[in-house]
């Protein structure tokens, strides 16, 4: 499937919609999520234009990879998340639920989170 330039994401990237920005580096930009899960939810994305995690982790430069992956570190560290813990994830294609199609990485914190996935 090829990259979709007017997803959500992509717009805000390119500046056409705001976000809330929280950080913001040569390879990944940092906002809080407009609809929050927790008392504090993050999301991560790079900016290269890449629609999954599997998108990214095959196609995605070195730098790219490394700079993002160092940037959700950073964020979470930024956040005071560390101390008290936090989770973050990536959805992946239609089980997971993926709604965005540009990768991104969640940042959870602020709270109990639970158990690992919701159990069915
Ligand atoms: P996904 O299900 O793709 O992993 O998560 C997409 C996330 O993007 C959701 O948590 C949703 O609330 C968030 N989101 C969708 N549209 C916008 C937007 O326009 N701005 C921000 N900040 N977050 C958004």
Same mark, same amino acid.
């Given at each position: 499937m090829a990259y979709d330039p007017e997803n959500i994401f992509a717009k805000i990237l390119r500046g056409e919609i705001p976000c809330d920005n929280v950080y913001e580096d040569d390879t990944a930009l940092a906002f809080k999520d407009i609809? =929050?899960?927790? =008392?504090t939810h993050v999301l991560v994305i790079p900016k +290269?234009?890449?629609?999954?995690m599997d998108d990214f982790s095959k196609n995605g430069t070195e730098a790219e990879i490394t700079g993002f992956f160092r940037a959700v570190g950073k964020v979470a560290r930024d956040l005071g998340a560390v101390e008290a813990g936090y989770r973050f994830l990536a959805n992946n294609g239609a089980d997971a639920h993926q709604e965005v199609p540009h990768f991104h990485v969640h940042i959870f914190a602020g709270?109990?989170? +639970? +158990?690992m996935i919701k159990r069915v």
């Open positions: 609809n =929050p899960q927790a =008392p +290269g234009t890449y629609e999954s709270r109990d989170l +639970g +158990g």
